[in-house]
């Protein structure tokens, strides 16, 4: 199944079923962005069933943020979507589209309740082909819980036969951070994903240009790190994180040269 980023698509193939694939980072990079892209290019344009595990994300708020990303709805609290009169025909519009998209949402405490047998049952009797797991380092408590958490990831998708996205939490303090596999020794996580995605949004770290004098300014880099169980040589690009507002209107206009991640 196509990933729904080029980068990626063109460099590890997709996604494959029986792959659990890490999407890591700092907070406020990407991550999610690139997972909604992802879920919205499988469930709403190919209509391939997949289900959502969320952890620290309310329904709500998630279906806001797809609703964002379809509409390129530019807003500093995604909350508000749903109330801005502005909007209010392509929100009823797509929402109705989005409940008719098969796309199961499971909240974190169902998840680690149920049992295999039962998770395998869900899966077959819906046509489940990928799951994606929101903020998957806080079902963790402890190095070992996530040992076992990252195992049981891994584990599920070779039994379900399907493939398994999880966004991971990590912190970066380097002045001019970069994403090398050797920030992750001894990451039970890390061990055990098949691929790896990493990202890295510069304005977080007061980069404003590169080595090259490039503007940095609202600029991410998504980096391959680990592609089919083995190290990557590090193939990465640039991505736009946002589309450039316009005051005129409440729509995102996109004007610059990089694909962004997600319009909002």
């Not at 979507?81 to 519009?93: G, K, Y």
């Amino acid at each position: 199944m196509t990933a729904g980023l080029k980068f990626l698509d063109e460099n590890i193939g997709g996604l494959y079923p029986r792959e659990f694939t890490v999407i890591c980072g700092d907070a406020n990079c990407g991550k999610t962005a690139i997972m909604i892209r992802q879920i919205h290019q499988l469930a709403m344009e190919k209509k391939e069933p997949v289900m959502i595990v969320l952890n620290g994300m309310s329904e709500r708020t998630f279906l806001a943020c797809m609703t964002a990303y379809y509409c390129s709805i530019f807003t500093k609290d995604v909350r508000r979507v749903f109330t801005d009169p502005l909007c209010l025909a392509e929100v009823e519009s797509y929402m109705k589209l989005l409940h008719e998209c098969p796309i199961y949402i499971m909240e974190s405490h169902e998840f680690e309740t149920i049992n295999d047998l039962q998770l395998k049952e869900f899966v077959d009797e819906n046509g489940i082909q990928a799951i994606f797991v929101e903020c998957m380092g806080f079902f963790c408590e402890s190095s070992i819980e996530q040992n076992l958490f990252a195992r049981r990831l891994k584990l599920m998708a070779k039994k379900l036969n399907v493939t398994i996205v999880g966004e991971y939490h990590f912190f970066t303090n380097d002045d001019y951070p970069a994403l090398s596999i050797r920030q992750f020794e001894n990451n039970d996580v890390i061990m055990f994903a098949d691929n790896i995605i990493g990202i890295i949004d510069f304005q977080q770290h007061g980069i404003k240009q590169d080595e090259k004098g490039n503007n940095m300014r609202g600029k991410v880099r998504l980096k391959i790190m680990k592609h089919k169980g083995m190290l990557s040589e590090g193939k990465d690009v640039i991505y736009s994180k946002m589309r450039l507002f316009v005051r005129s209107n409440s729509r995102a206009t996109y004007i610059d040269g990089c694909e962004p991640l997600l319009d909002w």
